[in-house]
């Protein structure tokens, strides 16, 4: 169970509203004639060019009808005070009323806003993810009696907690640059200040396991990345990468090439490009190359399509798809204001048109369209030195 789920009673997921573009199943009697997902096909290629400029979301206007970005009404819980941590990390930067990570920590600059709205979208996002990959914390082959085991980029620290609770005699840590994680952890959990970017200072051939989630858009140096994975797995030890792009695709032709769904995916994909950190390593082929070439073997590749809204059929990846949509909805603009703002040059009042464009285009459930997430893990060789 997710610790999400544990705190369901508290603060349940609202039913689907009965509107038109309420989170629910296009058609008469509220049912789909569109099935769920199918199995994920070969990805095509990321291509950026083609992206349109902040002023023809500017120029379309606020779209007509509810200007309600959300149907959400769950709270958040997440306390993001950590013990023992000097006042230069906490001091954050802030641009345009948001906070981002402190410059002390890093050389590079991260995009996601690291402040309590962005907390309690993440919360809500990890929930998507967890019922999207079989409510499964991890897809390696892992011993119940592993020892070591840490979480590259833990961000608020939710998989790292539920994983210490799954393996109560495993030491695990979770690592991150900025200190948004709860004060509440299980006592195997620790949580210290890191960038993953830089040389590691673990030791060799210590971890049992290597966790890394979601880093798209964070790493410049994916080969540099896997091979300090493979220097601080022990041995027999398994290495994970599970992560996303922001394209977003579709199976029935029913996003059309000048929707804001399409356009999100043009854009994020080219501002990665600009800032040397791709956030499309999914469609790029980044995972199994790079993890093979750091030395991993036996690789093991799984895919997932994680639904914009609740349009699918199937019960199962509704619900996915409806967390997915209140969590994206809740601070859509929270997602996309530095890249857009600070990489790509659109106004503040550009982003918040365009925001409500696309939060529009998922309450719609005639626009199924999907992030394709993929796990790769491998094992360090037995007779690794």
């Known amino acids: 169970m997710s610790t999400l789920a544990k705190r369901k009673a508290e603060s349940p997921l609202p039913e689907p ?11 008469s009697g509220g049912k789909s004639p569109t099935p769920g997902p199918a199995s994920p096909a070969k990805l095509p290629s990321a291509d950026a060019s083609g992206a349109f400029s902040g002023a023809h979301w500017l120029q379309q206007g606020l779209p007509q ?19 023992s941590i000097s006042s230069s990390i906490l001091n954050y930067r802030t641009i345009n009323g948001r906070t981002y990570h402190s410059e002390t920590v890093t050389d590079g600059e991260y995009w996601a806003p690291n402040d309590q709205k962005m907390l309690g979208a993440l919360e809500i996002y990890y929930h998507s993810q967890f019922l999207m990959m079989g409510e499964q914390l991890h897809q390696a082959p892992l011993k119940s009696d592993i020892q070591h085991a840490i979480d590259i980029g833990t961000g608020e620290g939710f998989w790292a907690i539920d994983f210490a609770d799954k393996y109560p005699n495993c030491d695990v840590i979770g690592t991150d640059i900025s200190p948004i ?3 509440w952890c299980p006592p195997n959990l620790q949580f210290v200040i890191d960038d993953a970017t830089k040389e590691w200072t673990f030791k060799d051939n210590h971890f049992d396991y290597v966790h ?3 880093l798209n858009g964070a790493i410049e140096n994916w080969g540099n990345l896997y091979k300090q994975a493979y220097r601080v797995c022990k041995p027999g030890g398994w290495v994970e ?8 695709e579709c199976d029935d032709g029913t996003v059309p090439p000048d929707s804001a769904m ?4 043009r854009v994020m994909a080219e501002a990665g490009r600009r800032i040397g950190r791709s956030l499309t390593i999914v469609h790029d082929g980044t995972q199994e190359p790079g ?8 690789l093991q590749t799984k895919t997932w399509k ?36 600070n990489v790509m040059g659109w106004s503040t009042e550009e982003i918040s048109i365009f925001a409500a464009h696309l939060c529009r285009e998922m309450k719609e459930q005639k626009f199924h369209g999907y992030w394709v997430w993929k796990c790769v893990y491998g094992q360090k060789p037995e007779d690794a030195e």
């Open 17 to 27: 509203k009965s509107t038109p573009f309420s989170p629910r199943s296009p058609g």
């Open 65 to 83: 009808g509810d200007s309600d970005e959300t149907d959400s009404t769950l709270g958040s819980d997440i306390d993001s005070s950590t013990a």
């Open 181 to 183: 994680q709860p004060s």
């Open 212 to 214: 890394m989630s979601f």
């Open 241 to 248: 990468h599970v992560d996303t792009s922001p394209i977003i």
């Open 262 to 265: 399409v356009e999100y995916g």
């Open 291 to 298: 993890l093979k070439e750091a030395g991993f073997v036996n």
């Open 306 to 341: 994680q639904p914009m809204s609740a349009w699918p059929v199937d019960p199962k990846l509704k619900e996915v798809g409806l967390y997915n949509y209140v969590a994206v909805t809740s601070d859509i603009e929270g997602v996309i204001q530095f890249l857009l703002h």
